[in-house]
Structure formats: C-alpha cells, structure tokens
C-alpha cells in the first residue's frame, strides 16, 4: 500500500508520457480511419498509468488534453482534461493493486476507468454542452432519456454509461494484450523495488 | 513529414506577441462571458476574435474548425429545441418537429459558448508555434523536463504516423481487410495497432539512455539562446483584456442591484 502513489521521475518515465500521448493520438486516428463508433483515444493514458504509476498516468492524461487542446485548436478536447487525469490515475492504481495480471482484473479496472470517467465527464458535459457527448448512440439515448422526461442530469449520466463503459473495457482488452507482450528489458526501467547493486 | 500543429508561418502583429499574452486574451475570452452572463457580452467576444484573427490574415484556417464543430452546436439545438425540461412556449413547426422558444435559448448559448472559445483558442493555435511556446514557458520558469515532454510530442507524432502507414501496408499487404462491416474494421483494430505501441513503447528504452547521456537528470539551470521577455506591446494588450474581465465583473454587480 505504501508504494501505491510512489512514483520514479527519471528520464525514462519523461520518455514514456510524450510515447503515451502519442499512442492516445494513434488510437483515435485508427479509430476514425477504421470508422469505429468508439474513440479508444485513452490507450496510451492506460499504458503510462500501468507501467509509470498514478502520477505518471495523470500526468499523461491531463498533458495529452492540454497539448492538444493548445496546438490542434480542439477545444472540445480541452474540457476533458480531467477526465483524462482520473482514467490515468484510477488505471494506475488499480495496476499497483496487482489488477492487470490477470484478465479478470483488467475487466475491473476497466470498469473502475469507466465509472472514473463517467462521474467526471457528466458535470462537464452539463456544464459545457448541456449533456450531449458527441458521440451518436449516446446522445440518441440523451435525446430518449429527454423525451421521455427524465432529468437532465440522469439523461446525460446514461449517455455518458453508454459510451465510456464499454470503450474503456475495450481499451483495457488491448491494452492488456499489449502489456503482456512487452520485453521484460523494457518493463524493469519501470520497476519500483529495483536496487543498484555494487560488486566491491 | 506533417506536424500535427496548425501553426501558421505568418510574420503579423499577432504572431509577434507573446504567448502570455495570447494565453490571457483566452482566459479573458473564456470567463468574461462566463462572469458577465449575458448573452451579448458572447458576442463581444465573438467579434474581437474575428477581428483578430482577420488582421492576423489567417481567418481563412479557421472555417474548417468552425465546420468541424457545427455537427455538435446542430445536435444540441435539435435536442434542446426538441426536448428541453423546461420547453413551454413553442417557437415554430418544421414538419411534424415542434422546436419550442427555452430549449433553442438554452442551446445558443451554449452554441455561442463552443463557438466563442473555438475562435478564442484559434488566435492562439494558429499563431504561436509550439517549439516557440515551449520556450517562453521554460523562461518563465516551467520545468525544462515538461519542456522536453511538450516539445516532443510533437517530433514522435509525425514518426509514429509513418510507422503506422508502414505497418497499415504490411498487414494489407499479407491480405488483411480494413474495410467491410464493422466487425471486419473491429477485428482489424488489434493487428494495425498492437506493433505501432509496442515499437514505440520499446524505442522510449533508447530515447531514455540517450536522454540521461546528455545529461538529462542535470540539476544545474538551464540557460537560453535567444532571451525573450514580455514587451510593452504585450503589457497593455493584458491590462486591456484585464480590464473586460473587470468590466464583466461590474456588469455582473450591476444587473445584480
């Protein structure tokens, strides 16, 4: 418990964030090529968050919002920098917790990502957007859940349970495979109980 | 290679002033309208970004933007005029729609929202460079280790593109299909995507030696080539924006008394 938050700021974790934020770009450009009716834009977030810690993972998921937001003009995107920053660090907590060695627990820290992201998300989308996503399933329940008189609130939480949940258990699916593939040369530049040993 | 920065090579006044200021002009854009709650002072805004952007010469850029973002303003008006709570009074009849006055009401402003914060961000994008950016950030004192994060965002996304395209070719080319029902473009996610992370995951390995190499962790200050501090110009552009935030505040007050 107590290395939960314990994060090692070398060079190596500065190397990952921008490789993190770069793979969250990868995945949405799939996304849209392959015209998937899902964003799959936190993969990287989730990666960082797994191999760095908490710390790391928000970091890259807040930076990630943030440079796009102030380069590619996206300020849709910018808006959701908190919801970045809790997908990354509920998936690294869940990761220190020892979830994703199994396939059971990636399927729980994808829920715990989701819910992270949906309780996030929802104030903002109120706020900002009145409670549509952007996203056409979800705001086609949006516009149900209003026809149908439900509050406005209610409406958008649904909206937002429709769309997050099962993107981030996608998500989660890749990038457990990923993970698991990883060379363990790479892997041990982000272990925590490492020590230098010395020979004299 | 492409950048994925929309920065525009222009040598305009606007281009000339520094980032802080712009960044200001963003914040005095996004929360004036926010403190003032009037639908008016979003048009104010709306009218100084435009004016800026056309004497910057790049307000040709900002359509697409603009184009990109009306699929959402149009979803929200249809449901908000269509379904709003607090819809009473209806406004007119398309076909058997009804769209009721609140509602639509409700999605302008918000409508206005995105739109004004769109063109307020557009001022700054498309005329600060990121490299740029990043430098006055490290002289005002931002950790040069964010720096190096910022900055290489920017040279690993073009480098990852073209492995993607590299890699997008391969699998096609040993007969995987990318195109079809969405459960041939699902199944084709994992085989396009899975090497581009792993290869760029194991070459931050490299970049990370190289880094500490070149003295990376240094704890001594950094110094600057090219020194740049906030000029007069940049000043009064500030106070002026400080003064619509005050302004905004003392509108506020008033319609409050």
């Known amino acids: 418990m107590k290395n939960l938050f314990k994060t090692k700021l070398n060079a190596a974790c500065f190397v990952l964030i921008p490789a993190c934020i770069g793979i969250n770009y990868l995945g949405k450009l799939f996304a849209s090529v392959l015209k998937l009716p899902l964003w799959l834009d936190s993969i990287g977030t989730c990666i960082g968050g797994i191999l760095g810690g908490p710390i790391i993972g928000g970091i890259c998921g807040a930076a990630n919002n943030l440079i796009y937001g102030f380069t590619t003009g996206d300020s849709i995107t910018l808006v959701y920098a908190l919801t970045s920053l809790g997908i990354g660090v509920a998936v690294g907590i869940m990761a220190r917790l020892g979830r994703m060695e199994k396939l059971s627990g990636a399927i729980l820290t994808a829920c715990v990502a989701g819910l992270t992201a949906v309780v996030i998300s929802t104030p903002l989308n109120l706020i900002f957007w009145g409670g549509t996503t952007g996203n056409i399933w979800g705001d086609a329940v949006f516009a149900w859940s209003q026809a149908s008189g439900l509050p406005v609130a209610l409406g958008s939480f649904l909206d937002e349970v429709l769309v997050d949940v099962p993107d981030k258990l996608i998500t989660l699916l890749i990038v457990y495979a990923i993970i698991k593939g990883l060379p363990k040369k790479l892997t041990s530049l982000y272990e925590l109980d490492d020590e230098v040993a010395s020979l004299d | 290679m492409k950048s994925i920065s929309l920065y525009v090579d222009k040598d305009t006044c606007l281009t000339r002033l520094h980032p802080f200021a712009k960044m200001f002009y963003i914040l005095a854009a996004v929360s004036a309208p926010l403190i003032g709650g009037a639908l008016w ?57 009804a769209f009721y006055e609140e509602g639509l009401l409700y999605a302008a402003r918000i409508g206005l929202n995105i739109l004004n914060m769109l063109l307020a961000f557009a001022t700054f994008v498309l005329t600060t460079k990121p490299a740029d950016l990043v430098d006055d ?114 509108w506020r007050v008033l319609t409050w008394l």
Do not use: W
């Open chain 2, 137 to 250: 950030l490290e002289q005002a004192g931002f950790s040069p280790r964010f720096g190096y994060m910022i900055s290489s965002v920017f040279q690993i996304i073009p480098q990852m593109m073209g492995t993607m395209n590299t890699i997008m070719d391969a699998q096609r080319s040993r007969g995987m299909e990318t195109e079809g029902s969405l459960f041939v473009r699902a199944k084709a996610f994992i085989p396009l995507i899975s090497p581009v992370v792993s290869s760029s995951l194991i070459n931050t390995r490299e970049r990370a030696i190289a880094l500490e190499v070149r003295g990376f962790d240094s704890k001594n200050k950094k110094t600057f080539l090219r020194e740049h501090k906030l000029a007069g110009k940049d000043k009064t552009f500030m106070l002026l924006m400080a003064l619509l935030i005050a302004g905004s505040i003392v």
């Open chain 2, 41 to 97: 002072i979003y048009g104010l805004f709306l009218a100084i970004s435009l004016c800026l952007l056309i004497s910057g010469k790049i307000i040709r850029k900002v359509f697409p933007l603009i184009a990109f973002s009306f699929t959402i303003i149009i979803t929200i008006f249809l449901i908000h005029g269509l379904f709003n709570q607090e819809n009473q009074k209806v406004l007119f009849h398309l076909g058997p729609l």
